[in-house]
Protein backbone atom coordinates (compact mmCIF):
# COMPACT_ATOMS: atom_id res chain seq x y z
CA UNK A 1 0.00 0.00 0.00
CA UNK A 2 2.51 2.73 -1.11
CA UNK A 3 0.41 5.64 -1.77
CA UNK A 4 2.32 8.50 -4.05
CA UNK A 5 0.21 11.43 -3.80
CA UNK A 6 2.33 14.56 -3.82
CA UNK A 7 1.18 17.60 -2.13
CA UNK A 8 2.07 20.84 -3.11
CA UNK A 9 1.83 24.20 -0.61
CA UNK A 10 -0.06 25.90 -3.08
CA UNK A 11 -2.73 23.07 -3.44
CA UNK A 12 -3.11 22.94 0.15
CA UNK A 13 -3.86 26.45 0.90
CA UNK A 14 -6.32 26.45 -2.45
CA UNK A 15 -8.15 23.76 -0.09
CA UNK A 16 -7.99 25.60 3.09
CA UNK A 17 -9.67 28.12 1.30
CA UNK A 18 -12.05 26.50 -0.87
CA UNK A 19 -13.07 25.18 2.64
CA UNK A 20 -12.83 28.35 4.92
CA UNK A 21 -15.30 29.97 2.36
CA UNK A 22 -17.72 26.91 2.59
CA UNK A 23 -17.37 26.88 6.23
CA UNK A 24 -18.37 30.58 6.59
CA UNK A 25 -21.46 30.17 3.94
CA UNK A 26 -23.01 27.02 6.53
CA UNK A 27 -22.25 29.68 9.01
CA UNK A 28 -24.28 32.28 7.58
CA UNK A 29 -27.35 29.77 6.76
CA UNK A 30 -27.35 28.56 10.09
CA UNK A 31 -27.19 32.07 11.39
CA UNK A 32 -30.11 32.88 9.42
CA UNK A 33 -32.42 29.79 10.10
CA UNK A 34 -31.62 30.57 13.75
CA UNK A 35 -33.12 33.84 13.26
CA UNK A 36 -35.70 32.92 11.29
CA UNK A 37 -37.09 30.12 13.42
CA UNK A 38 -36.81 32.50 17.20
CA UNK A 39 -37.91 35.74 16.02
CA UNK A 40 -41.32 36.26 17.02
CA UNK A 41 -43.79 36.19 13.92
CA UNK A 42 -45.28 39.32 12.50
CA UNK A 43 -48.83 40.33 14.13
CA UNK A 44 -51.62 41.09 11.89
CA UNK A 45 -52.90 43.15 14.76
CA UNK A 46 -52.93 44.19 18.16
CA UNK A 47 -55.14 40.88 19.34
CA UNK A 48 -52.35 38.36 17.27
CA UNK A 49 -49.73 40.17 19.55
CA UNK A 50 -51.17 40.15 22.50
CA UNK A 51 -52.26 36.22 22.37
CA UNK A 52 -48.78 35.25 20.64
CA UNK A 53 -47.26 37.21 24.30
CA UNK A 54 -49.82 35.06 26.51
CA UNK A 55 -48.66 31.53 24.56
CA UNK A 56 -45.51 32.73 25.26
CA UNK A 57 -45.98 33.54 28.63
CA UNK A 58 -47.92 30.38 29.33
CA UNK A 59 -44.99 27.75 27.71
CA UNK A 60 -42.45 29.55 30.14
CA UNK A 61 -44.80 29.07 33.53
CA UNK A 62 -45.70 25.32 32.08
CA UNK A 63 -41.97 24.79 31.75
CA UNK A 64 -41.03 25.89 35.00
CA UNK A 65 -43.97 24.20 36.80
CA UNK A 66 -42.51 20.60 35.31
CA UNK A 67 -39.32 21.22 36.30
CA UNK A 68 -40.41 22.26 39.77
CA UNK A 69 -42.44 19.18 39.92
CA UNK A 70 -39.58 16.61 38.72
CA UNK A 71 -37.24 18.36 41.39
CA UNK A 72 -39.22 17.28 44.18
CA UNK A 73 -40.41 13.45 43.13
CA UNK A 74 -36.50 13.17 42.47
CA UNK A 75 -35.67 14.79 45.78
CA UNK A 76 -38.07 12.40 47.89
CA UNK A 77 -36.96 9.17 45.97
CA UNK A 78 -33.44 10.57 46.87
CA UNK A 79 -33.59 11.49 50.46
CA UNK A 80 -36.02 8.29 51.31
CA UNK A 81 -34.12 6.82 54.15
CA UNK A 82 -33.02 3.03 53.49
CA UNK A 83 -34.05 0.46 55.85
CA UNK A 84 -32.59 -2.94 56.83
CA UNK A 85 -34.52 -5.75 56.91
CA UNK A 86 -33.09 -7.43 59.54
Known amino acids: MN?????SIQDITERKN???SELSA????????T???F???EAKNKMD???HHFNTGM?????IMTGVKIYKRLRAVFSRKKYNKT
Open 18 to 20: NKK
Open 35 to 37: QNL
Open 39 to 41: SPP
Open 26 to 33: SKKKIQEL
Open 49 to 51: LMM
Open 3 to 7: NNTKY
Open 59 to 63: AAYDG
